[in-house]
């Protein structure tokens, strides 16, 4: 759980927020053990604004990842951590490539001061064909 924190806490130093401010990283566990991380890409046309989340996923996905066990997030204004819950747009996504009651969802507002859900527990009735 730390070193995948420290990790999203990394990757939130690349965060693009010029807009809100506030700054998402995110450091993604595949099955095989490899990392993924991403941050928040936002856009002056604020829909292209892409989550941290969707990142770390979206770059894992893309070099042929399939199988995840816990995404670590965090995010805050400037210098204050909030621990941010996924979107759900974000978790729709999760919920393409993960199990809901297995994947876990490490909401952190440092290495030591976490929250952990399952999947399910943020995702109740997610859409599926
Ligand atoms: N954001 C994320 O990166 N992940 C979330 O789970 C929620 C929101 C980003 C999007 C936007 O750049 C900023 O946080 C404010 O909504």
Redesign the pocket.
Known sequence: MKNLIGRAIEARKNAY?PY?G?M?GAALECGDGSIYTGC?I?NAAFTP?N???RTAFFKAVSEGKRKFCRIA?V?GKGGEMTA?A??GV?LQVMAEFCEAETFEVIMAVSEENYSVKRLGELLPCGFSL
């Open positions: 927020a809100s506030f998402v928040n936002e604004t989550c941290a989340e997030i995010g941010p996924p979107c974000c």
